[in-house]
């Protein structure tokens, strides 16, 4: 029995025998714990400033607004240059925004087009950050058929921290302000940075193309269109379900009567069906079916977002915020795999750039929609619509999953040819004599 125990957790958690996925996934899980940290308190902050939803929706349009703008050519130059360079310099610049933030607040009243302007700047870093990060996966971990293992990993990871962070937030802004949640964010980005300075990252075959820049932007959304039906669902998703973190500073004041504190739990919980929902995923063996799992988990998410509209009460509210949590994280992180395992590697970055819009790239739009409806028909009004429309985008889904999946089956042929190809190179190169590999 323990035995059996034992195998399962090296399986749930096989990626991590990668040293640089390793490192990565430690120093990085500090630096999200400050995320959360800074994404609590700069939401707090501007509702305390302004009492607004709409300008709780702004702020999330400013945040968000440069990923569906710029994405698509950072995905471009994520399969230009080196990836491990570049990922050093947006998480540098990261901690530059969020220092900016604590000396905001520190030095005085902050304004509330302060924090918009420093909100566009993180928005253009991550950018740029997003898209070089999905595919940098593969940089560290070695073998393919690990990597749907490290995309849930690095899922439960995100969440983890969304349910870390988001605790800690909510007492440091109850006891000391807005501010030093700003503070430890940028210092939590001295983990990531390090862990990627004293990793062993083996030479990257970044190509010296000839093709215009433009001409490599079209060839990659040539090359994704085969993937359009879940980009298509993703973003719609995004766009009508994903936006419910927008209002919970107003279902955690106006409807449940709370303060700070009951912001941190409601996105604490919400982290922990996140969690839940990666670890599932990590502890499947491969990924196929993924996209039928991603349509029961979009109708998790869409009937847990109604649900949630009609709670008053704390409890509940919480525990419907886990399979809103749960819901979400299976159905990105899933597609995130689907997308991972099938493109091909020298276009990686660029279909990446397409995932991150599909997924954060229309958050802005949700935003703003959200904010401004809830200021015309109340949150709890506005998050029924929004989970009434996630169940129509997931029925459309399901309604094309078997045209999807006959898009994609030659794609996945392709793939376990090239797999097969390797282990035999692989298996070649360690029997072979020494003078036949010299």
């Not at 947006?90 to 302060?114: D, E, H």
């Not at 990597?147 to 605790?167: Q, Y």
């Not at 719609?236 to 303060?259: C, D, K, N, T």
């Not at 919480?318 to 597609?335: P, Q």
Request: overall charge positive; glycine content about 8%; charged content about 10%.
């Amino acid at each position: 029995m323990i035995k059996t125990v034992g195998s399962k957790f090296r399986h749930t958690f096989r990626a991590l025998k990668y040293r640089n996925y390793r490192l990565f996934y430690f120093g990085n899980g500090v630096s999200l714990i400050g995320t959360w940290m800074q994404a609590v308190a700069v939401s707090w902050l501007v509702y305390r400033l302004t009492g607004s939803p709409l300008l709780l929706g702004l702020t999330g349009f400013c945040s968000q607004i440069p990923v569906l703008i710029l994405t698509p050519f950072s995905g471009v130059l994520a399969d230009r240059f080196n990836k491990y360079r570049l990922l050093i310099m947006t998480q540098t610049l990261a901690m530059v925004q969020a220092a900016m933030l604590a000396v905001l607040v520190f030095a005085g009243r902050p304004q509330i087009w302060q924090i918009l302007v420093l909100s566009s700047c993180l928005g253009i870093i991550n950018s740029l950050d997003n898209p070089v990060r999905q595919s940098f996966v593969l940089e560290m971990v070695e073998k393919k058929e690990d990597l749907g293992n490290a995309i849930a990993l690095n899922s439960s990871l995100v969440n983890g921290a969304r349910l870390i962070g988001p605790s800690i937030a909510g007492v440091m802004v109850a006891a000391l302000g807005e501010g030093i949640c700003f503070l430890l964010n940028a210092l939590s980005f001295i983990a990531v940075i390090y862990s990627l300075l004293i990793m062993k990252i083996r030479p990257q075959k970044t190509s010296a193309r000839k093709q215009h820049f433009i001409s490599e932007f079209k060839e990659g959304i040539r090359y994704a269109y085969v993937f359009r039906h879940i980009f298509i669902f993703l973003a719609l998703l995004s766009l009508v379900g994903m936006q419910y973190a927008v209002l919970m500073p107003v279902f955690a004041r106006e409807i449940l009567h709370g303060g700070s504190q009951t912001l941190g739990m409601l996105m604490a919980f919400s982290g922990l069906g996140a969690v839940a929902g990666a670890i599932y995923l990590a502890s499947k063996k491969s990924s196929s079916g993924l996209s039928g799992t991603m349509l029961i988990s979009s109708m998790v998410l869409s009937a847990a977002i109604t649900l949630f509209s009609f709670s008053a009460n704390i409890y509940v509210s919480c525990m419907l915020l886990i399979f809103t949590g749960f819901g979400m994280m299976v159905t990105m992180a899933s597609g995130n795999t689907i997308l991972q395992t099938l493109v091909d590697d020298s276009k990686r970055g660029r279909v990446m750039s397409i995932y991150t819009i599909a997924f954060l790239g229309m958050a802005p739009l949700g935003s703003i929609m959200i904010g401004g409806l809830a200021n015309l028909i109340g949150a709890p009004h506005a998050m029924l619509v929004c989970g009434i429309f996630a169940f129509m985008t997931a029925a459309v889904f399901g309604l094309n999953l078997p045209s999807f999946r006959e898009t994609v089956r030659p794609l996945r042929a392709e793939t376990l040819r090239a797999r097969e190809a390797a282990a035999i190179q692989s298996v070649d190169s360690l029997t072979s004599p020494p003078e036949a590999q010299a």
